[in-house]
């Protein structure tokens, strides 16, 4: 999601804050659907994440502005967008059925990476020789994540790798969106949308959940939606450029989760993949500034 700092810019303590937060609702979604995929259809949890989030948006921003937030200038990028979302949760979902929580969030923490690449040919954006080589050891560390003879050198790494894929486009079009439409608009859009989509297959796959897992999903609706809230309000407080690299948070937490919800300890080649992974966004990141 993207937005444009307002004037409350002078408060970045409150921004970083509120990112952090979001890291860790991230996280807990994340955690939530790797829990729940052991129960249950995948189709039936990304519903549920979806048909939540949607009405928690309806009940909050409906009221206030009526079926206006629904306005777009760009509908056909709006679906596009949307699809391009909806395949970020089948994919990721699917991949953390098999691999741990901490080692697939890392993978799809290529997406800023790939944004550079594909903003060459999508946006018509220069990139630089420095921004080029943090994408090839981006790269790097996602071989040295899942190397030959690892215990997740399967082909089930390429769901978050086609999961990350999914999500720079999904970047690339929010930023295009972003010019024309509101991200409140943008975000409705797509819960709506995705809503609808996975409505018309979950009569396929609907199992009835049990009152504990019920209250999960509940909960995985409300993690995504507080999640992207959050996000945007940590914008109104500090410049993006400051609170990117605390994005990198969601990986910590979700390394913990898998920590105390599966019992996943990473291996040590499986951290310094990761750290490979953050540090080569990060440097991106600043050599953008720098351009």
């Known amino acids: ?27 807990s979604h994340d955690a939530l659907s790797k829990y729940l995929s052991g129960f249950y259809p995948i189709i039936l949890i990304v519903w549920a994440r979806y048909a939540v989030h949607t009405l928690l948006m309806a009940v909050v921003f409906l009221p206030r502005s009526g079926l206006s ?11 596009l967008r949307a699809l391009c979302l909806l ?3 089948l994919l990721f979902t699917a991949g953390l059925m098999f691999l741990p929580l901490a080692e697939a969030t890392a993978v799809i923490f290529l997406a800023p990476l790939l944004v550079t690449a594909l903003s060459v040919p ?30 997740l050198f399967t082909p089930a790494v390429l ?19 972003s010019e024309v439409d509101s991200a409140t608009t943008s975000n ?12 018309l297959l979950v009569p396929f796959f609907w199992q009835i959940p049990s009152f504990g897992h019920a209250l999960l999903m509940l909960a995985l609706g409300g993690c ?13 407080y500090a410049a993006p450029a400051m609170l990117a690299p605390f994005g990198y948070g969601q990986i910590i937490f979700a390394g913990l989760l898998g920590l105390l919800m599966f019992g996943h300890v990473p291996e040590l080649s499986a951290l310094a993949g990761i750290a490979i992974i953050c540090l080569s966004g990060l ?9």
Do not use: C, D, K
Not at 224 to 236: N, V
Not at 283 to 291: D, G
């Open 1 to 27: 999601m993207s937005s444009t700092p307002l004037s409350g810019t002078s408060r970045p303590l409150r921004g970083i804050a509120l990112m952090v937060l979001a890291t860790f609702l991230f996280a």
């Open 224 to 236: 995504g939606m507080g999640a992207h809230l959050l996000l945007t309000h940590s914008f109104r």
């Open 122 to 151: 999508l946006l018509g954006e220069r990139v630089s020789l420095g921004q080029w080589i943090a994408v090839i050891v981006g790269f790097t560390g996602v071989l040295v994540i899942v190397h030959p003879g690892g215990e």
């Open 159 to 177: 769901l978050p790798l086609s999961a990350a894929l999914s999500f720079s486009l999904y970047q690339i079009l929010t930023r295009r969106l």
């Open 283 to 291: 440097a991106a990141l600043w050599t953008q500034r720098q351009v």
């Open 69 to 79: 937030v629904l306005r777009t200038r760009r509908p056909g990028l709006q679906f």
């Open 188 to 199: 409705f859009f797509a819960g709506l949308v995705n809503t609808l989509m996975m409505s």
């Open 87 to 89: 395949l970020v949760s």
